[in-house]
């Protein structure tokens, strides 16, 4: 083994040894004429059966790393040495045990010196040595505050390494991301990842590693004349898709592919990767098939990119709200309440439904008696957590939720999932221009982030699955919002679907009807060739909770739809019933207990408050920033009828 550094600590009974090793360490510096700055002690004494060496300059004490050198230091009794493969070659470092307070001392001394330096005119260059021996002293400030670590047992002039070993030692090596690594520098450092490509020649392979934090990965090249043997046998054991640990220099390249690659020095294979089972040979994939291996599709160029891509957005929507002075609230999942009066809701329960013969039922009756179940009552997964936000809205001021909802909708579109995310903000002292203003900047923001942030990542979808992608999102972020009424987009459509009816899946436009995917895509992609605001909905179309228009003797709500080219309806929101008896009214309307709903008409009876909100679909935010068509792409594992694998 090649050692490139190791440390050091001194335990002697007696003061001779100390002598000794101090006399065969000048003797090592003059043979390898080293600057006299570099090695000066001071001072050597013994207590307590420990021996303290005190530099002028440093704790660490730098030297050439040649076999004679570490000869003469083994070659003292009582010095225990700890060697470590992964420093940068040419160097050894000696390190004697010290306390905080004098690691504190040395720091504050070495900052004083480098101050007179500067304050006398010194150059630069002068003064850099200086500042590399301070940051040095830092470094070892926290390792000396902390508990020593338990001391492995001793091996007799061994110098072998093997695997485990090297694997263990490869953690004191800083990793790399690969899409951190941009710029060539002279320290080794740690690459983790998978293999995409590996090509090997007589004296050379490259392995192309990627570990999902960009695009594109990094070269690794191997040249077997730099490698130790462990290192060259792994090489012929490289598959696609094993896992790897490849340490080196992160250097300019010499091909035209990449700016820079990693002239690796170790390889080590963490997991092998049976190329003849391995489902994602080195081919393209339909979209449809990398469904079917959900837990392997992750590693495919277009799904790790829709993960960036999501995980911006998301970090950037909530970005945005704490921005804004949103307060973040977690509603449940299982709730009693049938937020949106469709009943499509997933069931809640605990009792046993194998065996009917068990199911308690109500007296004289075949229906079951719910108030044996877990909950008491009836219980359900949330389709959405609108009413809860609205509690904490009327006493919070403005609050949004961001969570997982399901809807057991018997869809099988590419636009529907049973279990998705939504985003609801709710407003207090708010009407619906409120929503439609905070929708807009919200949405310009977070498209506006990862144009920035996914660059590379928006440029692939842009290549291979919407050529005019980013010149819309641009257009988004740039232009303002249209906003038209309801009357206004039936208008524009029977207008069109009269000119060629045959054109149009559905034809039949008029006032209640519940505009399909055709008719969204039409208005925003042709006829505004924007984003477009669709408001004062029929009321017969919407939500028991959205507040009615006075000024039409009720026949639309104060509701809004944002339409997107692309994707059709993304954002729907509206201004909620503030009014108890109307609230109650409507409730009645459309088959709801209000004794069901106490909590909610509260808000009603106690300091009642215009407000306003909306709900962002996610996962189709995702389809629609990514370019992609199928929401199932969207997220990491599908549900919809007929799936739940994974």
């Known amino acids: 083994m090649v050692a490139s550094a190791f440390t050091t600590s001194l335990n002697v009974d007696k003061g001779s040894v100390l002598h000794k090793l101090s006399d065969r360490m000048i003797l090592q510096k003059q043979q390898h004429q080293m600057p006299p700055h570099v090695f000066s002690p001071k001072k050597m004494s013994t207590s307590s059966g420990t021996a303290r060496w005190m530099s002028s300059t440093s704790q660490a004490l730098r030297l050439s790393s040649?076999?004679?050198f570490r000869s003469a230091i083994l070659s003292t009794r009582n010095v225990n040495l700890n060697l470590n493969p992964f420093r940068p070659s040419g160097t050894t470092v000696l390190r004697m045990s010290t306390s905080t307070s004098d690691l504190e001392a040395q720091i504050k001394a070495k900052g004083d010196e480098i101050r007179t330096l500067k304050e006398?005119?010194?150059?630069?260059?002068?003064?850099?040595?200086?500042?590399?021996?301070?940051?040095?002293?830092k470094a070892q400030l926290e390792p000396a505050a902390a508990p020593p670590p338990p001391k492995a047992a001793a091996k007799e002039d061994d110098d072998t390494e093997s695997p485990e070993e090297s694997t263990a030692a490869n953690t004191v090596l800083r990793r790399v991301k690969t899409k951190d690594?941009?710029?060539?520098?002279d320290e080794i450092v740690a690459v983790r990842g998978w293999v995409r490509t590996v090509r090997k020649q007589k004296t050379l392979a490259f392995v192309e590693v990627n570990d999902g934090s960009s695009m594109d990965g990094i070269q690794c090249v191997l040249s077997f004349d730099g490698l130790d043997d462990v290192s060259i046998k792994e090489i012929n054991n490289l598959t696609t898709g094993c896992s790897v640990s490849i340490n080196g220099r992160i250097v300019a390249s010499q091909g035209g592919k990449q700016s820079v690659e990693l002239s690796a020095t170790e390889l080590r294979i963490v997991g092998t990767c049976p190329g003849e089972t391995y489902p994602l040979a080195k081919k393209r994939h339909s979209l449809e098939y990398l469904r079917s291996i959900a837990h392997l599709r992750p590693r495919t160029n277009t799904i790790a990119a829709v993960a960036r891509v999501r995980s911006a957005l998301a970090g950037s929507i909530h970005s945005f709200f704490q921005k804004q002075g949103f307060l973040y609230v977690q509603t449940?999942?299982?709730?009693?309440s049938d937020c949106e009066g469709a009943g499509e809701m997933f069931r809640v329960t605990t009792l046993d439904l194998d065996d009917t013969s068990k199911l308690p039922l109500k007296n004289n009756s075949k229906s079951i008696d719910y108030t044996k179940d877990f909950f008491g009552k009836p219980a359900y997964l949330t389709v959405s957590g609108q009413l809860g936000g609205e509690t904490y809205a009327c006493a919070l001021g403005d609050v949004y939720t961001f969570g997982p909802t399901f809807r057991a909708e018997n869809s099988q579109t590419t636009r529907h999932l049973a279990e998705f995310h939504m985003v609801e903000p709710e407003m207090a002292f708010a009407d619906l221009t409120s929503a439609m203003d905070n929708a807009e900047s919200m949405l310009k923001s977070v498209v506006s982030d990862v144009l920035e942030s996914c660059e590379r990542d928006l440029a692939f979808f842009n290549s291979f699955y919407d050529k005019g992608l980013k010149k819309r999102l641009t257009k988004l972020v740039e232009k303002p919002f249209v906003r038209i009424s309801y009357r206004e987009a039936i208008q524009h459509l029977q207008e069109e679907i009269a000119k060629d009816p045959k054109k149009w899946q559905f034809p039949d436009v008029e006032f209640g009807t519940d505009l399909a995917t055709e008719h969204e895509r039409w208005l925003a992609e042709t006829k505004y060739q924007s984003a477009v605001f669709v408001y004062n909905y029929p009321k017969s179309i919407k939500?028991?909770?959205?507040?009615?228009?006075?000024?039409?003797?009720?026949e639309t709500v104060n509701a809004m739809d944002l339409l997107v080219p692309g994707v059709g309806e993304l954002v729907g929101g509206s201004q909620r019933e503030e009014r108890l008896d109307i609230l109650i009214s409507?409730?009645?309307?459309?088959?709801?207990?209000p004794d069901d709903y106490w909590w909610y008409l509260d808000l009603r009876r106690f300091g009642s408050v215009p407000h306003a909100g909306y709900g962002l679909g996610?996962?189709?935010?995702?389809?629609?920033?990514?370019?992609?068509?199928?929401?199932?792409?969207?997220?990491?594992?599908?549900?919809?009828?007929?799936?739940?694998?994974f």
Do not use: H, Q, W
Request: hydrophobic residues 40%; aromatic residues 8%.
């Open 181 to 185: 690594a941009t710029t060539p520098s």
């Open 618 to 645: 996610f996962e189709r935010l995702v389809t629609y920033v990514c370019g992609i068509e199928n929401i199932r792409d969207a997220i990491a594992y599908p549900r919809y009828p007929g799936n739940a694998e």
């Open 66 to 68: 040649t076999p004679a």
């Open 332 to 336: 449940p999942l299982i709730t009693a």
């Open 120 to 137: 006398s005119g010194a150059e630069k260059s002068a003064v850099a040595p200086y500042v590399k021996e301070l940051l040095a002293l």
């Open 543 to 554: 939500a028991f909770y959205m507040r009615d228009n006075s000024d039409d003797g009720g």
């Open 586 to 593: 409507k409730m009645e309307e459309v088959g709801l207990n």
